[in-house]
């Protein structure tokens, strides 16, 4: 297991939310996601919609968390930093 599948690991977040990122996570937007942003950039933003999510607020938007959510999970399975 690499460094940042390790890290996405770690995080606790709901069962719809992953399963729907693993989803997304195959197809080819999620690697083009991935690759325009630094894996350390994708996982503040994750930490800042999860926030949003717990928190209630109004701003936050499920399907850019899952956006998000499945960059990070193309960038680990990938490899890419």
């Known amino acids: 297991?690499?460094?940042h599948e390790m890290q996405l690991a770690r995080l606790?977040?709901?069962?719809?939310?992953?399963?729907t990122a693993q989803m997304a996570a195959c197809a080819p937007?999620?690697?083009?996601?991935?690759?325009?942003?630094?894996?350390a950039k994708?996982?503040?933003e994750e930490a800042m919609l999860n926030a949003a999510r717990l928190g209630g607020g109004l701003g936050y938007?499920?399907?850019?968390?899952?956006?998000?959510m499945s960059a990070l999970m193309s960038a680990a399975r990938?490899?890419?930093a």
């Not at 606790?12 to 399963?19: A, F, I, M, N, T």
């Open 42 to 44: 994708l996982l503040a």
């Open 29 to 39: 937007c999620a690697a083009r996601r991935a690759g325009r942003r630094p894996f």
């Open 1 to 3: 297991m690499t460094d």
């Open 61 to 68: 938007s499920p399907r850019r968390h899952v956006q998000v």
């Open 78 to 80: 990938s490899g890419d």
């Open 12 to 19: 606790s977040r709901p069962g719809l939310l992953v399963r």
